[in-house]
């Protein structure tokens, strides 16, 4: 079993800057891919940024160049910092880590981005 447990989010004005984490605990596999998605309210949940283990990374073309994702394979942690926030970045940031065929996912952190 994994629990993923997410930090960092608040309110934040436009243009301002937030840094989440994602730790991970539990039997976690050397070879797993960590990612972030966001729901924003009343929409369907959709993917932020991906990265490997090696360190290979993706990102929603909507974050390029805003946000980037990084981890600690020490740590066990993944963490998302993100610059230039605007306001439809508000929502819901969850973290999902995928090992041997399996997704877990953690209960998400609220970000808030204020106009």
């Known amino acids: 079993q994994v629990q993923l447990v997410e930090s960092g989010g608040g309110l934040v004005q436009a243009g301002g800057s937030l840094r989440l984490s994602c730790a991970a605990s539990g039997s976690i596999s050397s070879t797993n891919v960590m990612y972030w998605y966001r729901q924003a309210p009343g929409k369907q949940r959709e993917f932020v940024a991906a990265?490997?283990?090696?360190?290979?990374?993706n990102y929603a073309d909507s974050v390029k160049g805003r946000f980037t994702i990084s981890r600690d394979n020490r740590k066990y942690t993944v963490y998302l910092q993100m610059n230039s926030l605007k306001p439809e970045d508000t929502g819901v940031y969850s973290c999902n880590l995928a090992q041997s065929g399996r997704n877990y996912w953690g209960k998400g952190t609220l970000v808030t981005v204020s106009s």
């Open positions: 990265i490997t283990t090696g360190g290979g990374t």
